[in-house]
């Protein structure tokens, strides 16, 4: 019966660490979107001869930027001699 009355008295106790605000909880009134950091494209467009572009990704990927994977295959812009393959990541803008 001692710990039936503990049990009866100890339960009021969480309610003062419940209170209406909560620092961590967001208020009701701001969509859930606005907590979230807002991600913005950016394009990286390389021109030039083959053999320039296709060293260009290498040496970006060598220095961790990009995987050769993540660019566009190389496609002639209609010059002579020159292609361009376009990069597009993703940024977190403040």
């Given at each position: 019966?001692?710990q039936e009355?503990d049990?009866?008295?100890?339960?009021?106790?969480p309610q003062?660490?419940l209170g209406s605000?909560?620092?961590?909880t967001p208020?009701?009134?701001?969509?859930?979107?606005?907590l979230?950091?807002k991600?913005?494209?950016?394009k990286?467009?390389?021109?030039?001869s083959s053999?320039?572009?296709?060293?260009?990704?290498?040496?970006?990927?060598v220095?961790?930027?990009?995987?050769?994977?993540?660019?566009?295959p190389l496609?002639p812009?209609?010059?002579?001699?020159?292609?361009?393959?376009?990069?597009?990541?993703?940024?977190?803008?403040?």
């Open positions: 019966m001692a009355e049990f009866v008295e100890n339960q009021s106790e003062q660490y605000e909560n620092i961590n208020a009701s009134n701001q969509p859930f979107v606005n979230l950091p991600r913005e494209p950016i990286h467009l390389l021109i030039g053999k320039a572009v296709t060293s260009t990704i290498h040496y970006l990927q220095i961790g930027y990009a995987s050769t994977g993540d660019w566009s496609v812009t209609g010059n002579a001699d020159e292609v361009m393959s376009i990069l597009i990541r993703q940024i977190l803008m403040q």
